[in-house]
């Protein structure tokens, strides 16, 4: 199990851009698959991307295909999301976590099979 800690949000009007940052420590982070997730208020907390322990491969849920881009540098234990073209239906505080070795499906990313403690999470806000 890794600590994780997030950081990067911000309030940005609609269109503009953030990129997340997620620094993870404890067990060897190049041996497992990186996801983020996201929660709004009043809203189950829902997996927005996930990439591949060797970054290869990557996944996205529908609502963000096309805006947001998911990578890691396996270097420096780091996982990034950048966030284009953002919405206010974005609003919401993101995590980051290990989800194991391989992506599950998009539909079956959830929170339940993060491997990390949660960290803090980050704040995106998007206004209109």
């Known amino acids: 199990q890794g600590q994780v800690q997030e950081s990067g949000g911000g309030l940005v009007q609609s269109g503009g851009s953030l990129r997340l940052s997620c620094a993870r420590s404890?067990?060897?982070?190049?041996?497992?698959?990186m996801a983020w997730f996201r929660q709004a208020p009043g809203k189950e907390r829902e997996g927005v991307s996930c990439?591949?322990?060797?970054?290869?491969?990557?996944y996205y849920t529908d609502s963000v295909k096309g805006r947001f881009t998911i990578s890691r540098d396996n270097a420096k234990n780091m996982l990034y999301l950048q966030m284009n073209d953002l919405k206010p239906e974005d609003t919401a505080m993101y995590y980051c976590?290990?989800?194991?070795?391989?992506?599950?499906?998009?539909?079956?990313?959830?929170?339940?099979?993060?491997?990390?403690?949660w960290g803090q999470g980050t704040q995106v806000t998007v206004s209109s």
């Open positions: 990439i591949s322990w060797s970054g290869g491969s990557t």
């Open positions: 976590g290990s989800v194991g070795r391989l992506c599950p499906r998009v539909p079956n990313l959830k929170p339940d099979i993060v491997r990390d403690s």
């Open positions: 404890g067990s060897r982070f190049e041996d497992y698959a």
